[in-house]
């Protein structure tokens, strides 16, 4: 039994070694390196694959429920020589062959060498939950399959996952839009943006989970004379090494523009799933802090997993853009899970729900007609075990500022950061001079103000490339402003 866990772990590693980002992928689906979420140097290093081996070894640590620093003492000694042995066998693999023979062949040789291996003494761990763990994770991360993807008309496109895909939901795929459209709707999937690092609300990050049974992820935008593109410009990228299934997931909302009174939507979210992720993923470190030198990209540090180690049961909290009518959440036979509101913040008190309960459906009601407040999937952040005063807190925020800039560049150019005072959210403001003559400015404004006015206004006064033109847009995210035109 122990030979295969040996199997399991260095296949892994000598695939985890050989994949690069890739850069140029327009229109079609690109790897993402293994490492995406932020994690810790783990202290047993593994010779030939030094900080390389993280995804898998925490996937096999999951499935085994032994914590990763165990499985990577384990493994240590004996990784090297069966990567060696394997080497002329694995040549096609480590190439990104995705011929199922060449994968045989490789597989092949790593059983053979370790059925001669030295036996490795693990109590508790028996052969059926090693070959469980050896068919969920090695041969989907072996297969090299990338999904396919296909603009089916300028505004929808159909993305196929690989059949054979990381057990669990251990993947995610993001969709990354030019620029985010007033409305972007997914089916078959969920997202996760709040768990992503260095997505845009503009970008979609999306998994699985065992409500969906299609593996086809379909999306369609709805467009504006401000954000029009070609779906074959989107840019879809896949990453194997996310714990999607540990991590709440929203599902797409609103349906339409206007909304409707009420959306509705689900969460769902196991947290059986992500206490057993936190208990055996022992290396691992807290997300690093956002930096707010000068002006740049957006960036969230996001990890699964959350500052306060041994809280049970979990809350959820739920932080929108801005202040919705109501919202409501329910468990999936209705009963009312309690929600309690603050502004922008809610905080969904799980406690009363049954553990084994991971699906809440919610409805919403914007409030759109009255204060143009609106928002999708990408935008609302959960935060798990929100800390104590999480709901009450006054955030201050980051926006980028600048005055009467003549294009976005010259904006960041000569504009800098501010946080601004509590209260305060990010405004920005483009004017049309003249035909060719744009000037933005960028700036923190009071909250009420910058919703309440501004974004009615806007609908009158906003047509980008007439003359007069004044857009003005409004967000409470930090850097939220980075796009004049589309802030969210
Ligand atoms: C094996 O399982 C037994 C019973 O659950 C437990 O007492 C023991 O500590 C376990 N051993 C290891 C090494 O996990
Ligand atoms: C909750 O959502 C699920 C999935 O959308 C649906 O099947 C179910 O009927 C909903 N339950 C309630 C009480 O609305």
């Given at each position: 039994m122990v030979l295969h866990l040996k199997?399991?772990?260095t296949t892994l590693c000598a695939l985890g070694c050989l994949l690069e980002t890739s850069t140029a992928c327009r229109s079609e689906v690109c790897r993402r390196k293994r490492s995406v979420i932020t994690q810790p140097q783990i202290t047993l290093q593994l010779e030939g694959c030094t900080g390389r081996t993280k995804p898998w070894l925490r996937q096999v640590s999951y499935c085994l429920d032994k914590s990763s620093a165990e499985v990577a003492l384990k493994i240590k000694s004996w990784y090297a020589r069966?990567?060696?042995l394997c080497s002329s066998s694995c040549n096609h693999v480590r190439a990104g062959t995705r011929d199922r023979s060449n994968i045989g062949t490789c597989v092949d040789?790593?059983?053979?060498?370790?059925?001669?291996?030295?036996?490795?003494?693990?109590e508790n761990v028996t052969f059926t939950e090693i070959s469980?763990?050896?068919d969920r994770y090695i041969y989907a991360a072996l297969s090299n399959e990338v999904p396919s993807y296909v603009a089916e008309t300028r505004a929808r496109g159909k993305i196929t996952l690989p059949q054979l895909r990381p057990a669990n939901n251990w993947w995610s795929l993001t969709v990354k839009l030019p620029c985010k459209p007033p409305l972007f709707q997914f089916w078959n999937a969920y997202c996760i943006n709040s768990f992503a690092d260095d997505v845009r609300a503009r970008d979609f990050v999306l998994t699985q989970n065992k409500l969906?049974?299609?593996?086809?992820?379909?999306?369609?935008?709805?467009?504006s004379e401000s954000c029009r593109f070609d779906v074959n410009d989107v840019e879809i990228v896949w990453s194997e090494s996310v714990p999607a299934f540990a991590a709440p997931q929203v599902s797409s909302f609103p349906r339409s523009i206007p909304p409707a009174a009420a959306e509705f939507g689900n969460i769902f979210f196991n947290q059986a799933a992500r206490e057993r992720l936190r208990r055996t993923d022992t290396a691992r470190l807290s997300s690093t802090p956002t930096s707010s030198r000068g002006p740049k990209r957006r960036r969230r540090n996001v990890d699964i997993t959350d500052a306060a180690i041994d809280i049970t049961p979990i809350n959820l909290g739920v932080k929108m853009p801005c202040t919705v009518r109501s919202f409501e959440v329910s468990d999936e036979i209705g009963v009312p899970v309690s929600v309690q509101s603050n502004g922008k913040r809610h905080l969904l008190d799980t406690s009363r729900i049954l553990r084994n309960i991971d699906t809440l459906n919610f409805t919403l009601d914007y409030g759109y007609s009255m204060t143009g407040c609106l928002f999708g999937s990408s935008e609302a952040e959960f935060v798990i075990n929100p800390p104590p005063g999480w709901l009450a807190a006054q955030e201050r925020i980051q926006c980028y500022t600048c005055h009467s800039a003549n294009s976005e560049a010259e904006c960041l150019r000569n504009g800098r950061v501010e946080l601004c005072p509590a209260g305060f959210q990010?405004?920005?403001?483009?004017?049309?001079?003249?035909i060719n003559k744009i000037t933005i400015?960028?700036?923190?404004?009071?909250?009420?103000?910058c919703e309440n006015n501004y974004i009615n206004n806007n609908r009158e006064q906003c047509r980008p490339g007439h003359q007069p033109s004044v857009c003005r847009c409004c967000c409470g995210t930090h850097f939220c402003n980075d796009d004049s035109l589309v802030c969210t």
């Open positions: 199997l399991v772990l069966t990567y060696t040789c790593f059983k053979t060498h370790l059925l001669t291996a030295d036996f490795m003494q693990w469980d763990c050896l969906v049974k299609s593996r086809n992820i379909i999306f369609l935008a709805t467009f990010c405004q920005s403001e483009t004017r049309q001079i003249s400015t960028k700036r923190c404004k009071q909250s009420l103000a």
